[in-house]
């Protein structure tokens, strides 16, 4: 690159593999069974503000009691406060007074767990999503956290999201850009593979100045997948990424295949937070756990009411991550503009969500896909059938594992369907786009329709097969993306 990266005074996306990580380290710990090291956690990280669980409206009574034998909705924020940060990257960025001295939540997800389901729920909300916000009348809902602690931040958002959706949020957790860098460090970065089609250099690639108006920033690297607003410089392939290459990869907003770009950033949060729990997992990690506690939390902000053993049985929820008990949703909309600010609308649609959460009830297909966006790895289902080809099936199975995909269907023994010859890419009658977002990895593969398959996806491994690795094989040619982009409407 011949030129540095131009500072953005632009907001900061959080994705919350920083509280998702958190769970996942307490929860090896727990198990465990140090008890005195999660009683030492207990004020690690807790806001002293008076904070109760809010409620939508004042004339239902409202469940009470631990979250282990009730169904709870857990508020995790990302915000863009710029607290902490070394003076370098508070150059390239900006300060807190360079976006307006406020903090905003740029990263909001909700999780729901019910003891009876034995499934957890995250749902993502666009950041300009249009609403109420109480007491303020209507804006963009990251705003709602404006000010941070001070200002009634964590208060106010759950407050609206509450009144948005009908639902009791019971806690919160929310890290700032600074705290996920520290988080990811500690956990010795993350593991991500990362598909080439959004590689956009060599030449000029757009950003913006601190003022918030357009400018080139010319790269001489070959191959790369750069933003210069946050900073994002890696090449495709599966990598470990540091805390500050994984919190640019989660926050850009303008790489070359996003059409929507909120709608595509919600898609690599969600991607990086199976990636992360998948890793988090592995035996290796579970491990290291004690000594990571401390720090991560101390990164995190939580709720007096928050407690290790909410914790503890919230990971044990979580952990369904990994084996498909959970369900990647994202609240629907449109994009528009009001008073001359783009803003997505609610779709009428993202009702069905918050009633079927409320209700115990399963969700439909709804919030499974935004509009013109395809399809995140965390809501593609893979099965890897080993047809022959038992270490190449394993290989199939750590790349989709480190891509963020649901591997929830494991390898499993099999034959190829009839006329099916090679290794090939199936997938069921409507679910293209899937399979579409999958053959991105696998450079070369055929992508095949096939009646009866029992899972959405699955990579058929026959022997002699030798799986390229994602940005090899001639997916782009390293050449730019626009041509290769996945497909919504497969």
């Known amino acids: 690159m011949t030129s540095d990266p131009s500072r953005s005074a632009g907001g900061f996306v959080r994705v919350l593999v920083a509280i998702a990580a958190t769970l996942a380290v307490i929860g090896g710990v727990a198990g465990a069974g140090s008890a005195v090291a999660v009683h030492s956690w207990r004020n690690v990280g807790v806001d002293d503000n008076g904070w109760v669980p809010v409620h939508p409206d004042s004339t239902t009574t409202w469940a009470t009691g631990s979250c282990s034998a009730r169904a709870c909705n857990y508020l995790l924020l990302g915000t863009d406060s710029r607290a902490g940060l070394p003076a370098d ?108 089609y959004n590689v956009n250099t060599p030449g000029y690639v757009e950003g913006t100045d601190a003022d918030g108006n357009p400018t080139q920033v010319y790269y001489d690297e070959v191959g790369h997948i750069v933003d210069p607003n946050t900073g994002l410089d890696i090449v495709p392939g599966c990598q470990s990424l540091d805390g500050f290459q994984g919190l640019a990869y989660v926050r850009a907003r303008h790489l070359p295949c996003d059409v929507i770009p909120d709608f595509a950033r919600i898609g690599r949060q969600q991607q990086f937070m199976r990636a992360v729990i998948n890793q988090m997992l592995k035996p290796a990690q579970i491990a290291k756990a004690p000594g990571l506690v401390g720090p991560v939390l101390a990164s995190l902000h939580r709720d007096q009411g928050f407690l290790p053993g909410d914790l503890i049985y919230l990971v044990g929820q979580m952990r369904g991550l990994s084996t498909g008990a959970v369900e990647f949703r994202a609240v629907p909309g449109t994009t528009g503009m009001d008073g001359g600010i783009s803003i997505v609308r609610m779709d009428p649609s993202a009702e069905q969500i918050f009633a079927a959460i409320r209700d115990g009830k399963p969700i439909t297909g709804v919030g499974t896909q935004l509009a013109v966006t395809p399809p995140s790895e965390a809501n593609t289902t893979v099965a890897v059938i080993d047809a022959g080809g038992a270490d190449a099936a394993s290989q199939v199975e750590d790349t989709l594992t480190s891509a963020g995909f649901n591997v929830s269907p494991g390898i499993v023994s099999g034959d190829a369907p009839k006329g099916v010859k090679g290794p090939a890419i199936l997938y069921r009658p409507g679910d293209g786009a899937y399979a579409d977002v999958v053959s991105k990895y696998f450079p070369g593969l055929q992508v095949l329709e096939v009646k009866g398959l029992a899972e959405s996806v699955a990579i058929l491994v026959p022997a002699d097969f030798h799986p390229a690795q994602p940005g090899q094989g001639g997916d782009n040619g390293g050449s730019g993306a626009a041509s290769q982009c996945p497909n919504p409407t497969a």
């Not at 729901?112 to 609403?131: C, E, G, M, N, Y």
């Not at 602690?149 to 999201?161: E, I, N, S, Y």
């Open 89 to 196: 990257q508070q150059n390239r960025f900006g300060s807190n007074s360079d976006i307006g001295g406020e903090s905003r939540a740029d990263t909001i997800m909700l999780v729901h767990t019910d003891p009876d389901l034995q499934k957890a729920i995250v749902l993502s909300f666009p950041r300009d999503l249009w609403v109420d916000i109480p007491g303020h009348g209507t804006n963009k809902i990251n705003s709602a956290f404006a000010g941070g602690l001070d200002g009634g931040g964590p208060q106010l958002m759950t407050k609206t999201v509450a009144e948005l959706t009908g639902l009791q949020i019971d806690h919160y957790l929310y890290v700032d850009l600074n705290g996920f860098q520290d988080v990811v460090n500690t956990l010795g970065g993350v593991d991500l593979c990362v598909p080439s």
